[in-house]
C-alpha cells in the first residue's frame, strides 16, 4: 500500500561551504573547490534515495564574493530540478546571493512546508565578521515564524554553529547570541531539529530533545576540537543520514531524513580509497517528551572548518 504525503519520509540534501570562486579552477588548501563540489553532487545522486525533495546550501557558497561563483553555483543545481534554498555565511554576500538565487527554483533564507514539515532558514550573516549573529529583529523573526507552526514539525537551518564545537578558535567565530537562540528552542517543543555549517564537520549531539547536526564542507575539512586553526588532509566527508522521528513512538514513518548528502549503507567503507568519504550510520531521534537531559555527543571522523575571512586561515 503507498504511502500518504504524511507517512512519507522528507529527504533534505544538505550542501555546505562550497566555497567557490569566480573561476572554475578556483583553489582553497590545495583543492578546487569547483572539481570537489560536483564530485559530491555526483556521490548524492548515485544514492538508492536519489532525488532528494529539497536541497539547502548552509552558507559560504563562495569564497571570493564574485558573481561568477553564484552564478556557477546556480548552474550547477538548476538542471536537477529541486527547489534549493540557501543561506548566507561569513564569506557570502547576501547582496549577490538576493539578486542570483532568489527566482525559479531558487530561494534565499525564509521558509519551506512540505507535508507536516516546516524548515525555518535563519540568516547569521554579520557584515565584516567572521562569527555570526542574529540580533532582536531576527530572533523576534524566528519566534514568529516558530509560532506560526506549531502544527508542524521544524527543523532550523543557520550557518554559524550554536553549540560549542571543543575547538578554542572556531568556538570563538560561532553564533554570539546563542544563549538567546537556544532559549528560543527550548520553548518550541514542535522544534526537532537544528543544522548549520561553517564547521566543516560532522556532528550529531542531542540537547533536550533536539537534534543538532553540522555537516562538512564540500571542500577542506578542519581538524576537530583543535585549540588553533588546523586542516586535515581528508577529501569532502560526504555522506551521512539522519532521520528524525515525529513522535514518541519507535515506527519509522513521518520520519525526517536530513540527507546532509545521503548515506551509503551500512556495510559501506569508512573510506573510500578514491573519495575518502566518511560513512554515517542511520539514527534516530527520540520524542521531545522526555526533554531535559543533555545527551553528550558521539564521536565522528570528520574534517573541520576553515572559516575565515579573506582566508586568514
Not at 86 to 104: F, K, R, V, W
Not at 154 to 170: C, D, E, I, K, R
Not at 205 to 211: A, D, F, H, K, T
Request: hydrophobic share 35%; proline share 5%; with cysteine.
Amino acid at each position: 500500500m503507498a504511502k500518504s504525503p504524511q507517512d512519507r519520509a522528507l529527504k533534505v540534501l544538505q550542501i555546505s561551504d562550497t566555497h567557490l570562486h569566480a573561476g572554475a579552477d578556483g583553489r582553497m588548501r590545495g583543492m578546487t573547490t569547483y572539481a570537489t563540489f560536483l564530485s559530491v553532487l555526483e556521490h548524492a545522486k548515485r544514492d538508492r534515495r536519489w532525488p532528494a525533495d529539497l536541497i539547502i546550501a548552509t552558507g559560504d557558497v563562495v569564497q571570493d564574493e564574485s558573481r561568477a561563483g553564484y552564478e556557477r553555483f546556480r548552474a550547477s543545481l538548476e538542471p536537477l530540478g529541486i527547489t534549493v534554498v540557501s543561506i548566507p555565511g561569513n564569506h557570502d554576500d547576501p547582496n549577490l546571493m538576493a539578486e542570483i538565487l532568489t527566482s525559479g527554483s531558487f530561494q534565499l533564507g525564509g521558509e519551506v512546508r512540505r507535508d507536516k514539515w516546516s524548515l525555518v532558514l535563519l540568516s547569521t550573516y554579520l557584515a565584516g565578521e567572521d562569527a555570526g549573529g542574529l540580533g532582536p529583529a531576527r530572533l523576534a523573526g524566528l519566534r514568529k515564524a516558530l509560532a506560526a507552526h506549531t502544527d508542524q514539525h521544524v527543523l532550523v537551518a543557520m550557518h554559524h554553529h550554536p553549540l560549542p564545537m571543543g575547538s578554542t578558535w572556531l568556538d570563538g567565530v560561532a553564533l554570539r547570541d546563542s544563549a538567546a537562540f537556544l532559549e528560543i528552542i527550548d520553548a518550541n517543543p514542535h522544534v526537532r531539529a537544528v543544522v548549520c555549517g561553517h564547521v566543516h564537520q560532522a556532528s550529531d549531539r542531542e540537547r533536550n530533545g533536539v537534534r543538532f547536526l553540522s555537516t562538512p564542507s564540500t571542500c577542506a575539512q578542519f581538524l576537530p576540537a583543535a585549540h588553533s586553526s588546523r586542516w586535515t588532509s581528508d577529501r569532502p566527508d560526504c555522506v551521512g543520514s539522519s532521520s528524525i522521528p515525529t513522535a514518541a513512538s519507535k515506527r519509522k514513518s513521518s520520519g525526517y531524513r536530513s540527507a546532509r548528502a545521503l548515506d551509503r549503507g551500512a556495510r559501506a567503507p569508512r573510506r573510500a580509497a578514491a573519495a575518502r568519504r566518511q560513512m554515517d550510520a542511520v539514527d534516530r531521534l527520540p520524542s521531545r517528551a522526555g526533554r531535559g537531559t543533555a545527551v553528550p555527543p558521539r564521536r565522528r571522523r570528520a574534517g573541520g572548518l576553515a572559516n575565515r575571512r579573506r582566508e586568514r586561515r
